[in-house]
C-alpha cells in the first residue's frame, strides 16, 4: 500500500509522514531528503543555485552518480540520508542546501532520476507513505490514498523560522516568509512536475492544528479508507 502526502513547505507533511509511519509501522520517504542530498552533492562539487547548468553540462554522469547517497529510515532513528558514507542528515536541512534542493526540482533530469530512485525504494516495502511535492501527482498517481497538506503562509513562515533555529540559523519572520513564498514560487511555476493537489486528494489545512491533532485526521482516514476496502 502506498500513501502520498504532498505539499508545500512547512506545512507538517515531513512531520505528519513520519509520525503515521511510526505509530503503524509503515516505511516513511521523505523525498525531500533526496533532493537535499543531491543538493549537498553539488555543493561539494563546488556548484551553487546559480551554477547548476554548469554542473549539468560539465560533470553530468558523476552528479547522477548515485551509489554514493542512501537514503535510511526506522522507527527509532527516523530519516537519514548519507552521502559518501558520512550521516549529512543534520547539514542538509539548512537554508542554503533548501535553496539548491528548489532549484534542482526545476530540473526535469532531476526529478525523472529521483522519481525512479523513490519507485525503486517503495518497492522494497509492503506499506509506504512518501511524502513530497509530487509524490501522489507524479511520482505515485496510482497511489491507494492521496493527501495533500497545507497551512497559511504566516503559520509555515513561523514553523520555519523555529525549524532553522534549532540549526543556529536565527532568521526573522519576515526572512523565514521571503524564503517560504520564493519557494512556493519555484515549486507552482516550474515546468516539469508543478506543485498542486493530487487527483482524488485529501485537503488537510494545519493552520490551526496541533501535530497530533493532524496526525490524528490522517490516521482517521487511513484507517477508515482500509476499513473500507478491507
Not at 5 to 22: E, F, M, N, W
Not at 75 to 98: C, K, M, N, W, Y
Request: glycine residues 8%; charged residues 25%; negative net charge.
Amino acid at each position: 500500500m502506498i500513501i502520498t502526502l504532498d505539499g508545500p513547505t512547512a506545512s507538517g507533511k515531513s512531520t505528519i509522514a513520519q509520525r503515521v509511519a511510526q505509530k503503524k509501522n509503515y516505511f516513511c520517504l521523505c523525498t525531500g531528503f533526496l533532493y537535499r542530498g543531491l543538493a549537498y552533492k553539488a555543493r561539494v562539487m563546488g556548484y551553487n543555485e546559480r551554477t547548476l547548468d554548469q554542473m549539468l553540462r560539465e560533470r553530468y554522469e558523476e552528479f547522477f552518480d548515485l551509489t554514493n547517497m542512501l537514503y535510511h529510515y526506522d522507527r527509532e532513528s527516523g530519516v537519514l540520508i548519507f552521502v559518501d558514507g558520512q550521516d549529512v542528515t543534520a547539514a542538509v536541512d539548512v537554508p542554503d542546501i533548501g535553496i539548491i534542493a528548489s532549484v534542482l526540482g526545476t530540473y526535469q533530469s532531476v526529478r525523472s532520476v529521483l522519481g525512479m530512485m523513490q519507485h525503486a525504494i517503495a518497492g522494497s516495502w509492503d506499506n509506504v507513505i512518501v511524502d513530497g511535492r509530487d509524490a501522489g501527482s507524479v511520482v505515485f498517481p496510482l497511489a491507494d490514498y492521496k493527501f495533500f497538506i497545507t497551512a497559511a503562509i504566516t503559520v509555515r513562515a513561523e514553523r520555519w523560522q523555529k525549524k532553522q533555529a534549532k540549526y543556529g540559523v536565527i532568521l526573522s519572520v519576515g526572512e523565514s516568509e521571503k524564503l517560504v513564498v520564493a519557494r512556493d514560487v519555484r515549486d507552482a511555476d516550474r515546468s516539469c512536475d508543478p506543485l498542486l493537489i493530487p487527483d482524488g486528494a485529501y485537503v488537510l489545512d494545519t493552520s490551526a492544528m496541533t501535530i497530533d491533532d493532524a496526525v490524528a485526521w490522517v490516521e482517521e482516514k487511513i484507517d477508515h479508507c482500509v476499513g473500507d476496502n478491507g
